[in-house]
């Protein structure tokens, strides 16, 4: 080789390296500075050193109670199920991160990290959602309520049936096809409420997204691009969204059609409040409706369900409460003949105190509030939250905390009935299964704090009042021990393959 040809490749190397080291200062200082940030945030002390990312799988539990107890006045951080930190903020600190806009504070980007929404395509992002249930589907709950009595009385006689003798139940799978044929009627309407497809996306399609981002977390972050689409876990989701668009099609174009009769009357569920805003937002095909509809059944369907069994596995073996809540659902009944209204809901203040007392011992995770940091900022104490961390806030532990749950550790069913004094609409607004604020943060919490909570309590009452009116349940082996919930990380999840035995109550 000559010897300019040597001088001209080492020059072409030179510049390769050049090129690579400031690439790799591109991408790595900031990191460091990151790191650097990150670890002037003090860390959780548990059991006498740092926790491993086993420790957190296994008892996450306990690691949320310690630092609640070793950080009342800062934020901490601690290992996290991938082993990666995240920052535990104190409710103390929540007013002040309620006021940081969405730029400052992300819910979007925080899921879309956890469910790679990059390859599920959940739909996260589309502010159409919580905003027809805010102001479109909450505010007809009024009229609603006497149809969706209609559809959780035919939807039990289907799934539980009569139950002359002691029945087992598998509950929560039972429960699951209850919540949606339920909420089918809400979201889809009548024409689609009981068609299969959409059954079997309402009962699956959560399942298979959970199925899919696990599949993905599994594969090296620099090979998803290429390796994740083409997962069979992933593609089974691209199934979903076609089948979703074509069920909703025909009904959509009928209902479209059918707008061009000047006495029609708009029925009244989400797929038509959907179809109402769609110009606004720019979701107008079959296909986006499909796709924010996916992304409703995801945030509502297993979620009410794992709500509900917690909830009557608590009752299987607490049967003490049950005579106090047959007749409080009775007398509000009596009034209305029968029909369960707005205002009927709202009487059962027994059954609501004690739904939010099973959730204030089983809320769905040991964390909420999960958000990223897109900017970083500064708290009121001092601290400075780097961007690019995740921070949630430490639900279980705030629900266990005796200065604002008395007694903290003793289950009282009725302990939020007692609060409600009568003529005090402030004690209600306080003390109801929906509330919100800082010492209630099972639905998250500011501005997007779950939406759809006052449709998910509404159902839930719903179902329990006939359950409740009309079956005995206790456990299978008749045991008065709780059934114990599945615990992995910051989930709780009730076990869903225990059974349950019915039998048609004596009245
Ligand atoms: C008992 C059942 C439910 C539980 C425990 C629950 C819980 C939650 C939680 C924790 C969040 C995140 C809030 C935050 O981080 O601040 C959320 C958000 C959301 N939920 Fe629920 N949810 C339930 C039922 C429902 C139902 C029935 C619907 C639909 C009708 C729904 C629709 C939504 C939507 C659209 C969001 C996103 C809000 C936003 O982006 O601003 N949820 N939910
Ligand atoms: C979330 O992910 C989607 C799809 O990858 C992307 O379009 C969107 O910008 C992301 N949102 C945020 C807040 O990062
Ligand atoms: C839905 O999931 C259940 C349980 O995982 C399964 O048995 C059933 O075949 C699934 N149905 C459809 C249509 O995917």
Redesign the pocket.
């Known amino acids: 080789m000559e010897i300019q040809q040597w001088a001209g490749l080492s020059h072409a190397l030179q510049t390769i390296v050049a090129a690579s080291l400031v690439f790799a200062a591109c991408v790595y200082l900031p990191r460091l500075n990151f790191k650097a940030q990150l670890a002037k945030l003090p860390p959780l002390d548990y059991e006498g050193g740092k926790a491993s990312r086993m420790a957190f799988i296994q008892s996450a539990k306990k690691m949320y109670i310690a630092g609640y107890k070793q950080f009342k006045d800062r934020v901490y951080r601690m290992v996290d199920i991938d082993g990666s930190e995240v920052v535990i903020v104190a409710p103390k600190f929540l007013p002040e991160l309620r006021r940081l806009p969405d730029s400052v504070l992300s ?1 979007p980007k925080a899921v879309n990290d956890t469910l790679e929404v990059k390859y599920t395509r959940v739909q996260t992002e589309e502010p159409l ?2 905003h027809a ?1 805010k102001a479109d ?1 909450t505010p007809a709950l009024v009229r609603l309520n006497p149809l969706l009595t209609e559809e959780v009385h035919q939807a039990i006689d289907e799934d539980i049936g009569s139950c002359k003798d002691w029945t087992p139940v598998p509950i929560y799978m039972k429960l699951v096809s209850i919540v949606a044929k339920v ?1 089918g009627r809400v979201f889809v309407g009548s024409e689609l409420c009981r068609n299969q497809e959409y059954l079997d996306a309402g009962i699956n399609y959560t399942i298979e997204l959970i199925g899919a981002q696990r599949a993905i977390k599994q594969i090296n972050p620099w090979l998803r691009p290429f390796y994740a689409p083409r997962l069979p876990q992933v593609q089974r989701l691209r199934q979903r969204e076609r089948a979703a668009r074509d069920f909703l099609a025909p009904v959509v174009a009928a209902r479209r059609a059918a707008e061009k009769n000047p006495d029609y009357q708009k029925p009244e569920d989400l797929l038509q409040m959907f179809m109402n805003r769609g110009d606004d937002f720019n979701v107008k095909t079959p296909a986006q409706f499909g796709r924010v509809l996916l992304g ?1 059944i995801f ?2 369907i297993h ?2 369900t794992l ?1 509900t069994t917690n909830i009557l596995y608590n009752l299987a073996v607490q049967p003490e409460y049950v005579q106090p809540l047959r007749e409080e659902i009775r007398a509000a009944l009596a009034e209305t003949g029968g029909v369960i209204t707005s205002r009927t809901l709202q009487k059962m203040e027994r059954l609501d105190s004690y739904m939010k007392e099973v959730m204030r011992f089983y809320p ?1 995770g040991s964390a ?3 958000r990223k940091v897109l900017k970083g900022f500064t708290l009121s104490n001092g601290q400075y939250i780097p961007a690019g961390v995740k921070i949630e806030v430490p639900s279980f532990a705030i629900y266990q905390d005796s200065e604002f749950y008395p007694d903290s550790e003793t289950f009282d069913g009725f302990r939020f009935a007692k609060l409600r004094q009568p003529g005090d609409a402030a004690s209600h607004a306080r003390n109801q299964f929906v509330t919100s604020n800082e010492q209630n943060v ?12 006052f ?2 309590a509404n159902e ?1 009452k719903m179902i329990l009042c006939r359950l409740i009116l009309e079956y005995d349940f206790k456990n299978m082996d008749g045991s008065m021990t709780r059934y114990p919930n599945q615990e992995i990380g910051r989930a709780s999840n009730p076990d869903p393959t225990k059974l349950l035995l019915f039998k048609k109550a004596q009245v």
């Open positions: 819910f959602s919580a249930v589907l909420s409703i945030a509502a979620t009410t709500v769905p909420s509030f999960n099972a639905f998250g919490y500011g501005r997007h704090a779950c939406p759809g909570r449709f998910a839930i």
